[in-house]
């Protein structure tokens, strides 16, 4: 049987809706497709609840036929097609930060869906409960030393035992607000202040890692398993992170054993709350970040770096999640 599929997406790319291989949102619609799956598409504004039941309005995707299939391009039609998310099988929620209050509300929508006859990817409920950078402290062994805070005392005093730091706001993404902190800087006491709207707003300070020069690593999770292909993110031209999306930026890497180790742990556990689409970045066998809202595959660098169909191996892998549901009524791994 057909099964229908709903991609909760950003805002950005249901309205500019073509495919783009720079955005793992896109390569995973145009894989459902190609596969028979019916593909509906929407944006978290679009979500609302009626009468206790969580709802859509969404629009239909589909592939413009081409003699060359593996190009073929995506829509979505204009008719506006209001359904019940628990008409869906499945439902992909990946819409970008920040983690605000119009975000939150989305979320909550997701408390009116049964999950045994919906699959969530990722639940958002989990989403929601899961801040990805806070929430790295539930794994304290494997991440630098950090404090979340709004205060300028404990900052000041993080900085002169650390003496260089990373500064990150918790609810943002690609890198937005990110700061290098160095504990001699003259504009030390304006970045913070700034930052943190006058000790109003908390933010993190993560010990500076040196081998940040040399990038960091994206380890890819899906459900319990780590996936062996990952991409070394490096540094962007006179900046301190991964700013530039560009083929440049980008180069091959393998995990050691003790990465594999420590991603395995954290897959079992966000796999258990249902968060099974999971990438960790990590510099130095050490876990910066956790992303869980929308996280990017980088399925074009991977492919461009090892001649290989990635997105065949992700699409392997969904399709066994979704197969197990239904078959067992609960999502625990994915068997690769």
């Not at 595959?297 to 969904?318: P, Q, S, T, V």
Request: charged share 30%.
């Amino acid at each position: 049987m057909q099964k229908n599929i709903l991609f909760v997406i950003d805002n950005s790319e249901l309205l500019n809706f073509k495919f783009d291989d720079l955005i793992t949102d896109f390569w995973l619609i145009r894989e459902f497709l190609k596969r028979n799956y019916k593909v509906y598409v929407t944006n978290k504004e679009n979500l609302f609840v009626e009468n206790a039941k969580g709802c859509a309005i969404c629009y239909l995707s589909y592939l413009k036929e081409q003699l060359n299939k593996e190009n073929e391009e995506i829509f979505c039609a204009k008719e506006q097609i209001i359904k019940q998310i628990n008409d869906f099988d499945v439902v992909f929620f990946r819409s970008d930060p920040p983690v605000d209050v119009t975000y939150i509300d989305s979320c909550y929508v997701f408390d009116f869906v049964d999950r045994e006859k919906t699959l969530l990817i990722n639940d958002p409920r989990e989403v929601k409960n899961f801040n990805e950078k806070f929430h790295i402290n539930y794994f304290s062994q494997f991440v630098p030393e950090n404090i979340i805070t709004s205060s300028f005392e404990l900052i000041k005093n993080f900085m002169e035992k650390n003496k260089e730091a990373i500064l990150k706001p918790l609810n943002r993404c690609f890198g937005s607000g990110v700061y290098y902190l160095n504990n001699n800087d003259k504009n030390l006491n304006t970045i913070v202040n700034n930052m943190t709207e006058n000790g109003k707003t908390p933010v993190m300070i993560q010990k500076y890692i040196p081998e940040a020069k040399n990038g960091d690593k994206r380890i890819l999770l899906m459900g319990e398993e780590v996936l062996d292909e990952c991409i070394l993110k490096l540094p962007g031209e006179n900046d301190f992170k991964f700013s530039m999306h560009e083929d440049k930026f980008f180069k091959l890497t393998k995990l050691t054993e003790n990465e594999k180790y420590i991603a395995k742990k954290i897959a079992e556990k966000l796999s258990s709350k249902g968060l099974y689409l999971v990438g960790l970045d990590v510099i130095n066998e050490k876990v910066i970040e956790i992303n869980v809202t929308s996280p990017c595959y980088f399925i074009r660098e991977i492919n461009m770096n090892n001649n290989i169909h990635f997105e065949d191996k992700i699409m392997a892998g969904l399709e066994k999640m979704i197969d197990r549901h239904f078959s067992k009524g609960r999502v625990y791994a994915f068997a690769g």
